[in-house]
């Protein structure tokens, strides 16, 4: 079966770093996404990730290794306002998304 | 990026009533976009796969006559709940796909549902 696994939530400090973690079984793979998703709205894309490597934008940067089935999202010089579920997804050999549960992010002063 | 609405944002109905939400995309050309359903504290769910000028692709388990998909044109495409039911009360949220390329996909803003 497919199976995406990120923790189910993470606590920081404000000004710290994180990493949330993202691994994952699909049948097929066609990029790994991250999505930010704040309570009670949509989620927003954050970042694609289709070769090995790490994608930087900004304070954010996602990493993948294909043949781990590994990702990570590091969130950097954290702020109040990243308190939110993280969602991990791939699109598998379908072009369909398989999503991860989240990861709620709780960030504290 | 392409910007997607949904129609209405939230809303309240009596139980065995029909409620229509409304998925527009309002700069893009989609030929094909999803509905995804979300319960509290839980992932997304996809419910099917909406297709332009022919039949939705439904997810096990998701009820193709209680949910009934329409997607008429390349911006717009509707979910109706028939005859909901409080189990039904949800946060409904559609998206799209961006071009051939498939790597980038826009969510509406979802919708709230509450039925009583």
């Known amino acids: 079966g497919q199976n995406i696994d990120q923790p189910t939530e993470m606590t920081a400090t404000e000004g710290a770093i994180v990493q949330i973690n993202c691994t994952y079984q699909t049948s097929g793979f066609n990029g790994l996404f991250w999505y930010q998703q704040h309570a009670g709205e949509a989620p927003t894309f954050l970042s694609y990730n289709v070769l090995d490597g790490l994608e930087e934008k900004g304070r954010f940067s996602s990493f993948l290794s294909r043949s781990k089935g590994y990702s990570y999202l590091l969130l950097k010089e954290l702020q109040m306002k990243d308190s939110a579920s993280y969602l991990c997804?791939?699109?598998?050999?379908?072009?369909?998304?398989?999503w991860g549960a989240g990861t709620k992010l709780i960030i504290k002063p | 990026g392409a910007v997607v609405s949904q129609h209405p944002s939230w809303v309240i109905c009596k139980s065995g009533t029909s409620v229509k939400i409304e998925c527009r995309s309002l700069d893009f050309q989609a030929t094909t976009m999803f509905w995804y359903r979300q319960f509290p504290k839980q992932s997304l769910m996809l419910m099917a796969t909406?297709?332009?000028?022919?039949?939705?692709?439904?997810e096990q388990g998701v009820e193709k006559d209680k949910f009934l998909i329409n997607h008429a044109s390349l911006t717009l495409s509707t979910l109706t709940v028939t005859s909901a039911h409080p189990e039904d009360s949800s946060f409904y949220i559609c998206?799209?796909?961006?071009?051939?390329?498939?790597?980038?996909?826009?969510f509406g803003p979802g919708t709230r549902l509450t039925v009583l």
């Open positions: 997804a791939v699109m598998d050999s379908n072009y369909q998304l398989i």
């Open positions: 909406s297709n332009e000028g022919s039949k939705a692709t439904y």
């Open positions: 998206s799209l796909l961006s071009g051939l390329s498939y790597n980038e996909q826009f």
